[in-house]
């Protein structure tokens, strides 16, 4: 591999890029975006995502976005890569990620915890993101996309849904 | 190759059957996580045949090796081809099946491949809510009313003989299949005996799947599944 450097204007380009079923969020905040590099002798922008989950739909949405994205930057010679290790985790999604999701209804994760040895599963309470109130309970272990679970607040009644820790 | 064709073949067999359930679950969150879990199979197994196809080297990728191999050509286990049956014989399958791949895909995350400990390390988190999922269901069937505990014991009962054939010996397996058998004995005997079901008795399995020699009924859900990329090749949506 020639050597790259680190590009902020191209990575500026790619870290706008959407989420397609998270659309408040953009994938810097959620931290699919792993690196954006720039070969210096020829322009060629490489772009490294990871998937949240490895069935994720949206991962083919999100490569056109990045081109779509880079091109309208100038930068019509883009690769987007896609790895796989280290595996995505909800503790890569960053504070101002946290504070969208939650201004847009969907109440964040908390730490991810250890992924196997739980013969039966805890749930940790979840805070209702309209009102703020501890007194919620899950509805859906499964929601709307593979990283959503469905929740309902018992306070306000309303439903919710919650990007669950993984 | 032959391996990982095992494991793609596992997951995309599990993947079809799971998708069945989509539109007729017993209720609609039931009906949008078995949907999901099977996405996260199928994930594991386009991942899996896309490693398997660029190992072999003949320029196969992993639509020629899901939809243009025949069933003798597939290496799944014959637990993931069975039906569904009813919800209690689909949940004990899963339940079997996630506690096999947890470990199994733990000890392959820290092999010397790679790239196979990449997949596997991603599968591995995503299987970990199947079975917690799985165990969730098991205990509710099981220690539910006497007809939920009567179909979930049976279900238990059928298919526990397909297990046997999970922990075979593999030469060309990186991890000692026999040496999973504790850790999924560890995930699954404490949600038998919680939903108050009976640990079946070990003894004789079906085997067969490894080598390609299978029940009938994958020949039925291949066709269902490759009828459409066999009758227009190279079609697009």
Same mark, same amino acid.
């Given at each position: 591999?020639?050597?790259?450097?680190? *590009?902020?204007?191209?990575?500026?380009?790619?870290?706008?890029?959407?989420?397609?079923?998270?659309? +408040?969020?953009?994938?810097? &905040?959620?931290?699919?975006?792993?690196?954006?590099?720039? #070969?210096?002798?020829?322009?060629?922008?490489?772009?490294?995502?990871?998937?949240?989950?490895?069935?994720?739909?949206?991962?083919?949405?999100?490569?056109?976005?990045?081109?779509?994205?880079?091109?309208?930057?100038?930068?019509?010679?883009?690769?987007?890569?896609? +790895? /796989?290790?280290?595996?995505?985790?909800?503790?890569?999604? *960053?504070?101002?990620?946290?504070?969208?999701?939650?201004?847009?209804?969907?109440?964040?994760?908390?730490?991810?915890?250890?992924? $196997?040895?739980?013969?039966?599963? =805890?749930?940790?309470?979840?805070?209702?993101?309209?009102?703020?109130?501890?007194?919620? @309970?899950?509805?859906?272990?499964?929601?709307?996309?593979?990283?959503?679970?469905?929740?309902?607040?018992?306070?306000?009644?309303?439903?919710?849904?919650?990007?669950?820790?993984? | 190759?032959? %391996?990982?064709?095992?494991?793609?073949? &596992?997951?995309?067999?599990?993947?079809?059957?799971?998708? !069945?359930?989509?539109?007729?679950?017993?209720?609609? @969150?039931?009906?949008?996580?078995?949907?999901?879990?099977? =996405?996260?199979?199928?994930?594991?197994?386009?991942?899996?045949?896309? /490693?398997?196809?660029?190992?072999?080297?003949?320029?196969? &990728?992993?639509?020629?090796?899901?939809?243009?191999?025949? #069933?003798?050509? %597939?290496?799944?286990? =014959?637990?993931?081809?069975?039906?569904?049956?009813?919800?209690?014989?689909?949940?004990?399958? =899963?339940?079997?099946? *996630? $506690? /096999?791949?947890?470990?199994?895909?733990?000890?392959?995350?820290?092999?010397?491949?790679?790239?196979?400990?990449?997949?596997?390390?991603?599968?591995?988190?995503?299987?970990?809510?199947?079975?917690?999922?799985?165990?969730?269901?098991?205990?509710?069937?099981?220690?539910?009313? !006497?007809?939920?505990?009567?179909?979930?014991?049976?279900?238990?009962?059928?298919?526990?003989? %397909?297990?046997?054939?999970?922990?075979? $010996? &593999?030469?060309?397996?990186?991890?000692?299949?026999?040496?999973?058998?504790?850790?999924?004995?560890?995930?699954?005997?404490?949600?038998?005996?919680?939903?108050?079901? #009976?640990?079946?008795?070990?003894?004789?399995?079906?085997?067969?799947?490894? $080598?390609?020699?299978?029940?009938?009924?994958? *020949?039925?859900?291949?066709?269902?599944?490759?009828?459409?990329?066999?009758?227009?090749?190279?079609?697009?949506?």
């Amino acid at each position: 591999m020639v050597s790259a450097v680190r *590009s902020s204007d191209a990575r500026r380009a790619a870290a706008a890029v959407l989420d397609p079923e998270l659309r +408040v969020l953009t994938i810097d &905040d959620l931290g699919v975006l792993r690196d954006v590099t720039e #070969d210096p002798a020829t322009g060629r922008v490489t772009v490294t995502i990871t998937p949240t989950y490895t069935g994720c739909p949206a991962m083919d949405v999100i490569r056109a976005d990045i081109r779509a994205a880079l091109t309208a930057a100038g930068h019509a010679d883009a690769e987007v890569v896609t +790895v /796989y290790a280290p595996a995505w985790s909800t503790d890569w999604i *960053s504070e101002a990620g946290r504070a969208k999701l939650a201004a847009a209804g969907i109440a964040p994760p908390g730490p991810a915890g250890p992924a $196997a040895g739980r013969p039966v599963p =805890l749930t940790l309470t979840v805070r209702c993101p309209h009102c703020g109130a501890a007194d919620t @309970e899950q509805v859906s272990r499964f929601g709307s996309t593979a990283c959503k679970s469905l929740w309902r607040c018992r306070a306000c009644r309303e439903p919710f849904d919650h990007l669950r820790a993984f | 190759m032959e %391996y990982l064709l095992g494991l793609g073949d &596992d997951a995309l067999v599990a993947a079809q059957r799971l998708g !069945e359930w989509v539109t007729v679950a017993p209720e609609l @969150e039931e009906d949008v996580a078995l949907a999901n879990i099977a =996405l996260d199979q199928l994930g594991a197994a386009r991942l899996l045949l896309g /490693y398997a196809g660029e190992l072999e080297g003949a320029g196969r &990728d992993e639509d020629a090796l899901a939809y243009l191999r025949s #069933d003798r050509e %597939y290496r799944n286990c =014959l637990l993931v081809e069975l039906p569904n049956g009813d919800f209690a014989t689909t949940m004990a399958k =899963l339940l079997l099946l *996630s $506690a /096999y791949q947890l470990p199994l895909y733990a000890a392959l995350s820290v092999g010397a491949d790679e790239r196979l400990a990449a997949i596997a390390g991603k599968a591995r988190k995503e299987v970990a809510y199947h079975l917690d999922h799985a165990s969730l269901w098991t205990v509710r069937l099981g220690d539910g009313t !006497e007809e939920s505990h009567r179909r979930m014991q049976a279900a238990v009962d059928e298919l526990w003989p %397909y297990t046997v054939e999970l922990f075979a $010996a &593999d030469p060309a397996a990186p991890v000692d299949p026999a040496g999973l058998r504790s850790a999924f004995l560890a995930n699954v005997e404490p949600v038998l005996e919680t939903a108050t079901l #009976d640990r079946p008795a070990d003894g004789w399995g079906p085997d067969g799947g490894r $080598a390609g020699l299978h029940t009938e009924h994958l *020949s039925y859900l291949l066709a269902e599944m490759q009828v459409l990329h066999r009758a227009h090749p190279g079609a697009r949506w």
